[in-house]
């Protein structure tokens, strides 16, 4: 798995180890549009981007634009911003308009519909990144990458729900991604709902993960971490009062 991602990614690395481990790294993105998370999160320095969607606006209680625009100057990107209309025409337009206004970091997210496909291919001829949304099926998948996604966003969580297997979707594209030497289009693994969607999306080679706040706070967190700290601070304590240190 590691040869063939350090394959996929083999540009502009080879002077610089640091930036070997950081390509190798799958896209660490939060799933949010509350700005205290993004800031939260980003302070940490592993966060590559964040993900947005009407839904996820409508939970911040913010502003669209002034959102994206404050999460486009705390992370470096890609900032996903969704369309809101449906047809292929208005699609594209409401994407080069949003393109044109917002910070450089900000892609845009399409859905996975006919109308959908087309404005992906559009867009991308034009050299705007898309990342295609509401992915349930490698046909749904496959068809993306080949309108020109920049990423398609399959949804684990949902597929759970419906009493689906959704890292089985993730290992599924992923299987296809290899066999079709598909290079340009980056997965995402989406709706997630916990650590163990990250770990499995990870050793499955998705490319990137977009994580819920929640679960972001999960990952770095073990219980074995907490008590091995509190005996690290005990003992110093010791040490100090002993007058060792
Ligand atoms: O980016 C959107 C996607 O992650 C949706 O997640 O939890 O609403 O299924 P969820």
Redesign the pocket.
């Known amino acids: 798995m590691i040869s063939s991602y350090y394959h996929k990614h083999s540009v502009s690395y080879r002077n610089n180890e640091i930036t070997i481990a950081l390509r190798l790294a799958m896209e660490l993105i939060l799933?949010s549009a509350i700005t205290e998370e993004v800031e939260d999160i980003s302070k940490w320095g592993v966060l590559d981007g964040v993900?947005t969607?009407p839904?996820l606006i409508r939970k911040s209680g913010a502003n669209f634009e002034d959102t994206i625009r404050k999460i486009a100057e705390i992370c470096p990107g890609p900032i996903s911003a969704e369309v809101t209309s449906h047809s292929t025409n208005e699609m594209i337009e409401e994407a080069i308009d949003l393109k044109s206004r917002l910070p450089k970091n900000v892609i845009i997210k399409i859905p996975c519909t006919p109308d959908g496909l087309a404005a992906t291919k559009t867009l991308s001829e034009r050299g705007i990144p898309v990342n295609v949304?509401l992915i349930f099926s490698v046909s749904q998948a496959l068809l993306s990458a080949k309108a020109g996604a920049a990423y398609v966003?399959p949804?684990v969580?949902?597929l759970d729900d419906i009493g689906q297997d959704g890292l089985g979707l993730i290992e599924d594209i992923s299987q296809v991604w290899g066999v079709q030497g598909i290079k340009n289009c980056k997965i995402l693994a989406?709706?997630?709902?916990s650590r163990r969607h990250v770990e499995v999306s990870a050793k499955l080679g998705a490319h990137a993960a977009?994580i819920?706040y929640s679960i972001f706070t999960e990952l770095i967190q073990h219980e074995l971490t907490d008590s091995g700290l509190d005996k690290f601070k005990s003992d110093w304590e010791a040490v100090k009062s002993e007058g060792r240190a």
């Open positions: 799933d993900t969607n839904s949304t966003s949804f969580g949902r989406a709706s997630i709902r977009t819920p």
